[in-house]
């Protein structure tokens, strides 16, 4: 995408240029997600796989419904990849302390060492691209994906951050 556009332009896009910022989502997307996706399908794994794992390790101890609503998924879904973590040792199940009814999760050492692998790739492109385009293309790039978010979405990121789960037990 051309870096001639100025913040006037920005009141006046049409729909082509939409379409094109679309695109360049998907294409960074795919970017982003090539070297995990390599290594998950080594494993027989997919990206719902990598997404669990992912927020199984920032939000250690979460419970199955809090994952249901970070990852936004049927629990059929979650059941299916949860079931092949557990089952290949990467993922601990155990029972609530408060509610026995509830299941915490947990990563393994070995949950722990695929995450590490996986990320390790992400960040390293994010990085570069954040090096490469400065501190005001990454407080613009936050920017936008923030006002891409629905509210509801928002609010589940943002708790994400804080590591506060407390509001959606």
Request: hydrophobic letters at 40%; glycine letters at 6%.
């Amino acid at each position: 995408m051309e870096n001639s556009i100025s913040d006037n332009d920005l009141l006046f896009w049409d729909e082509e240029e939409l379409r094109k910022s679309i695109e360049a989502m998907f294409f960074a997307y795919r970017s982003l997600t090539v070297e995990a996706d390599r290594i998950l399908s080594q494993r027989g794994y997919g990206r719902a796989h990598h997404r669990a794992i992912h927020f199984i390790n920032r939000c250690s101890g979460t419970t199955v419904n809090n994952l249901l609503l970070l990852l936004g998924i049927t629990k059929q879904s979650l059941n299916r990849v949860l079931r092949t973590l557990i089952e290949d040792g990467l993922v601990l199940s155990k029972v609530g302390e408060t509610d026995r009814r509830e299941r915490n999760l947990f990563l393994t050492r070995a949950g722990k060492e695929l995450e590490a692998e996986l990320s390790s790739t992400q960040r390293a492109v994010m990085k570069a691209a954040f090096q490469s385009s400065g501190v005001a293309s990454y407080r613009g790039f936050c920017l936008v994906l923030d006002q891409i978010m629905d509210d509801k979405t928002r609010e589940i990121f943002r708790s994400i951050q804080g590591l506060s789960l407390e509001r959606f037990r």
